[in-house]
């Protein structure tokens, strides 16, 4: 079976691809139809990358920095659909378990050296050697390199949706030069075939990038699309910089001094409306709030405790205060208009609120008054108010409840560490939007930061939604997926968010997307 650039899962909607977010400017400006080379932007965001290591990062703040330096064999277009980027064709074996892709001739790393076959074998072993999402690559059986472009990568059993797994931006899976990928997690130099290259990274609040000057565009585009397309960086050097405090987002873009700033309050953007210097944005939804259970430290280990805490939770408040009323109720870890959406939503126990059901399953669990902690970071307002508001609602049972507050590095550190915490108020930016094939850590068993127990019942859902050939089959594996998260209250779903970005209107042809692109933009 070969699949062209151009034709790549054009019917994605059979492979379990989410629905898109909404993104839309809330008021116009006059663009210039012609891009203009030069200047300088500054990104302000709410919270630090934890890495510039690409098979290391996980989060949403790393893909706002690396994706505009890395690039990956096949990336994602604009609804989240698998995309090829430095492949320029890929021939897939009947039985899905040979992946033959052919690269792009011609494309160098910003040392100048040329990406070959070599590069791209040597970086997908190390991807599966160090990083956290390391089970993508699991099923791989061989890597070969027949010639300096090709690559065939053959899998030890029939997976018709491999490519639906490799396609994600979180801890992308991107070519690295191969004399690197000997080095273990954030030993790596910086060095990839992106628009822009790496100049300097304080280590915590400030990063910059250059345009890389021999940046070859892929020419079978006309524009960007999504993580791939045709991308160009119009700007000299964009600098990404860390303002934890929502007020200093805004008063630095009110001065100029920020071009763009991501998570401003929705009060705040309201009030910047009237500003004919700004454009704001507003996108609901972009993320998902959840609360990933420990199910090793007592007393979430105990499935009764955790249901307890499922059945206080009242949803609605939680979102409505840590959102300012930017969201939406949905049960599902998937949006709304995705294909995998359960026609049985209704079934899932969410937003009950149920005090007296609450304390029943307590007295049933033999609960013994141990604390509960949940972990959570000040860098993303909302998470940590959506922390405060569930510890509220969690003491209401007679369960004392301590809230673990760090900034976005020091909360993802500690996350791995089952013994540190029960609960993690956090968000999923990217997994609803790509859909089920994305929540593989959730039942892989292996390597995750909360679901520390296996499921015999989660690993054969998994097991079917990888194999399933048809699109009713993998919707019926996903649903058991879903309502087994449900029903262990392994992960609890909080609800869809939304965030208002605001730019200087200076800023031409900027679109909000999963990251804050600042390749095809330019400054007028």
């Known amino acids: 079976m070969r699949i062209s650039r151009r034709d790549l899962f054009k019917g994605a909607a059979t492979m379990g691809l989410a629905g898109q977010f909404s993104a839309h400017p809330l008021k116009l400006f006059a663009q210039t139809t012609t891009p203009t080379r030069g200047g300088s932007a500054v990104v302000a965001m709410n919270a630090a990358t934890e890495t510039i290591d690409p098979h290391f990062s996980r989060s949403q703040a790393a893909r706002n920095i690396l994706m505009h330096i890395y690039e990956t064999l096949v990336t994602i277009d604009e609804s989240g659909a698998p995309k090829l980027q430095l492949a320029e ?300 508001v569930m510890s509220e609602q969690i003491k209401s049972i007679g369960i004392p409840v301590r809230v673990q507050v760090l900034d976005w590095p020091g909360a993802n550190a500690m996350r791995a560490d089952p013994t540190a915490y029960n609960m993690f108020s956090t968000a999923y930016a990217i997994q609803p939007m790509l859909g089920p094939f994305q929540y593989q850590r959730l039942v892989s068993g292996d390597g995750n930061w909360f679901f520390y127990e296996e499921d015999n019942e989660m690993e054969s859902a998994w097991e079917e939604l990888l194999a399933a050939p048809s699109p009713e089959e993998r919707r019926a594996a996903w649903d058991k997926i879903e309502f087994r998260l449900n029903d262990q209250a392994y992960l609890l779903k909080l609800g869809d968010r939304g965030i208002k970005q605001v730019a200087q209107a200076r800023l031409q042809n900027f679109q909000p997307y999963d990251a804050i692109r600042m390749w095809n933009v330019w400054i007028s």
């Not at 080095?183 to 915590?204: H, L, R, S």
Request: hydrophobic share 35%; charged share 25%.
């Open 89 to 388: 064709k890929l021939d897939v074996s009947d039985d899905f378990r040979v992946y033959t892709f052919t690269l792009r001739q011609g494309v160098t790393f910003h040392n100048g050296k040329e990406m070959t076959s070599e590069d791209v074998k040597r970086s997908l072993e190390r991807y599966a050697r160090i990083s956290p999402e390391k089970v993508r690559l699991e099923p791989v059986e061989s890597i070969d390199t027949p010639d300096a472009y090709t690559v065939v990568v053959t899998l030890n059993k029939s997976i018709p949706s491999w490519i639906e797994l490799i396609k994600s931006p979180a801890s992308p899976i991107t070519i690295i030069p191969a004399e690197e990928c000997d080095k273990g997690p954030n030993e790596i130099q910086p060095i990839a075939t992106g628009p822009f290259e790496f100049v300097d990274w304080d280590g915590v609040t400030r990063l910059r990038i250059k345009r890389y000057e021999d940046y070859r565009p892929d020419e079978t585009h006309q524009d960007r699309d999504g993580y791939g397309g045709r991308r160009v960086a119009y700007l000299d050097e964009v600098t990404f910089t860390v303002v934890s405090e929502a007020s200093s987002r805004v008063s630095g873009i009110q001065s100029g001094q920020i071009t763009i700033a991501d998570d401003i309050p929705v009060p705040a953007a309201r009030r910047l409306e009237s500003d004919p210097m700004l454009a704001i944005y507003d996108r609901l939804p972009v993320s998902i709030n959840l609360v990933p259970m420990n199910v090793q430290r007592a007393p979430t280990d105990n499935v009764l405790v955790r249901k307890a805490i499922q059945q206080v939770l009242n949803t609605e408040e939680i979102m409505g205060i840590a959102t300012d009323g930017l969201f939406n109720l949905n049960p599902s870890f998937v949006y709304p208009d995705s294909e995998f959406y359960p026609g049985n939503v209704d079934q899932l126990v969410y937003n009950v609120s149920d005090t007296d059901r609450a304390k029943a399953l307590l007295q049933e669990a033999n609960y013994q008054g141990e604390e509960v902690v949940i972990l959570t970071s000040s860098d993303i307002v909302s998470l940590q108010e959506a922390a405060v």
